[in-house]
């Protein structure tokens, strides 16, 4: 049973999202369940553009309600349209209600052999024990600095878009272990100043970065 409910916790940009799009292929490819989903048949290619019809993601930071987590559940009670699984991805799932996460505990107990449901978190500890104790946990850990670094070479070599290694290893520094931050930086150096970067003109980006958090930070502050 809980290997219809797979629970990845870890911080943000590590791969959680990533990895459960991967699942999803390797449920539903037509050339079979496998580790390695072929990626070019109609089912892989429709999880990667985004619009498979039986892989639904959700963002429980938007969907809080009970009502609406009701009317979740009940539709994955029918069969899938086009794929062997129904594949539900809950991203921030500890943004759900306790109403919420209670109502999602009834499927738990008996869910339809045609679902699997992967839920994500960076907050695991705001999650019901009664929710994480019919799961497979999967922990990501932060990436290392080297990883991000090679990573992000390889991005920039398939792109064209190439930087010194000095620069490379401040952006992957400045990371702090989200591979997603680290290419979002990267894309964004290289954008504003090319090939030539200078680690003077990153440390410029970085400090418009640091004041708009500290901005936000205290706005936040300032509301609650």
Do not use: W
């Not at 037509?30 to 993601?57: A, M, R, T």
């Not at 799961?135 to 064209?160: A, C, L, N, W, Y």
């Amino acid at each position: 049973e809980s290997q219809q409910f797979i629970y990845l916790t870890g911080a943000a940009g590590t791969g959680k999202t990533t990895l459960a799009r991967i699942l999803a292929k390797s449920l539903n490819c037509e050339k079979g369940i496998s580790s390695k989903p072929c990626g070019e048949c109609s089912s892989c290619i429709s999880v990667d553009k985004g619009n498979f019809v039986d892989l639904i993601e959700v963002d429980a930071a938007s969907n809080t309600k009970v009502d609406e987590m009701r009317e979740l559940l009940e539709n994955s009670q029918y069969a899938p349209t086009s794929g062997r699984f129904k594949v539900y991805i809950i991203d921030e799932v500890h943004m759900l209600s306790n109403a919420a996460s209670n109502a999602f505990l009834k499927t738990l107990e008996e869910p339809p052999e045609h679902i699997i449901f992967i839920l994500a978190t960076t907050e695991p500890e705001r999650v019901l024990e009664t929710v994480k104790s019919r799961t497979t946990h999967i922990v990501f850990k932060k990436i290392s600095e080297e990883d991000i670094v090679k990573t992000i070479q390889e991005i920039g070599k398939k792109e064209k878009m190439i930087l010194e290694l000095d620069v490379l290893k401040i952006i992957a520094t400045f990371s702090d272990g989200s591979l997603r931050d680290g290419i979002n930086l990267f894309e964004q150096t290289y954008n504003t100043f090319g090939k030539k970067t200078t680690v003077d003109d990153l440390y410029g980006i970085l400090g418009k970065l640091v004041r708009n958090l500290i901005f936000r930070e205290s706005i936040i502050r300032i509301r609650l």
